[in-house]
């Protein structure tokens, strides 16, 4: 059998990650986070060892249309170096009319390797597109993603990329991120994103009111792109455990 006659349903063929422009620094990463990891594999921290339940909601304009979002995550701790996580994504997008008009679901279960120094983590999912225009048909993929974040105090360097098995119209690719927090429970972020095939620019702030107790926090997300722009406004509610922002950020998402 030809090498070109084989078929991956969900995990794709490894020549895709190496075609990755970001994968030497990925593995960059994981050598620092491995190294320093070792040493504490088999601690477990009393305070990580409930699931955190977090749901989240938001709103905005997308150019002249409106964009609605709805997540619900569950972060799973195995110890305190190894988390795993399960998202359920739904978006939907209110166009001028209704063949730009559609709704959309995705579902990812990621694992991390982290510690003080930073993080590693892949994840699979999929991902579907439904146009309301009854005539267009529907869009869907399998996806696989990488993601690594290193620490440096209060600041964040993050990548992540993802690869589809398929090809569907909200594409979201390549990002990089810089997060800093200026307070425990204050956060400013600005990143670049490939989403939709386009260059895209991301800049807003994340914030855990006190009066809110660590349970819920308020976001403003603005994003440019080249024909694009996007202003919205999300809040998301925690359960069970009541932690900073930096800390909820760095042990469980």
Do not use: C
Not at 29 to 52: C, F, G, R, Y
Not at 66 to 84: A, C, E, G, H, R
Not at 189 to 203: A, M, P, S
Request: aromatic share 12%.
């Amino acid at each position: 059998m030809r090498a070109g006659d084989l078929s991956v349903p969900f995990l794709f063929k490894w020549n895709l990650l190496m075609k990755s422009k970001k994968t030497f620094l990925l593995a960059g990463i994981s050598v620092v986070l491995v190294n320093s990891t070792l040493l504490q594999a088999e601690e477990i921290s009393e305070t990580k060892s409930l699931p955190n339940f977090e749901a989240g909601m938001s709103a905005g304009l997308l150019s002249s249309e409106q964009l609605y979002d709805l997540d619900v995550t569950i972060n799973m701790p195995i110890m305190d170096s190894v988390t795993t996580q399960f998202l359920i994504n739904s978006d939907y997008l209110a166009a001028n009319n209704s063949q730009d008009s559609y709704s959309q679901s995705e579902v990812v279960g990621n694992v991390f390797l982290r510690n003080s120094a930073g993080k590693i983590g892949a994840g699979v999912g999929y991902r579907e597109r439904k146009p309301d225009e009854e005539e267009l048909e529907k869009e869907s993929s399998t996806t696989l993603s990488f993601y690594g974040d290193l620490y440096f105090g209060d600041l964040t360097v993050g990548i992540s990329e993802t690869e589809y098995e398929e090809d569907i119209a909200t594409f979201t690719g390549q990002s990089a991120n810089l997060a800093y927090y200026t307070k425990p429970n204050e956060k400013f972020f600005l990143g670049k994103q490939k989403k939709n095939r386009n260059d895209i620019w991301v800049v807003g702030v994340d914030i855990q009111p006190q009066k809110f107790a660590n349970h819920a926090s308020l976001k403003l997300t603005v994003e440019k792109g080249k024909d694009s722009f996007y202003l919205g406004l999300g809040i998301n509610y925690y359960f069970d455990t009541a932690i900073s922002l930096q800390k909820r950020d760095r042990d469980y998402r």
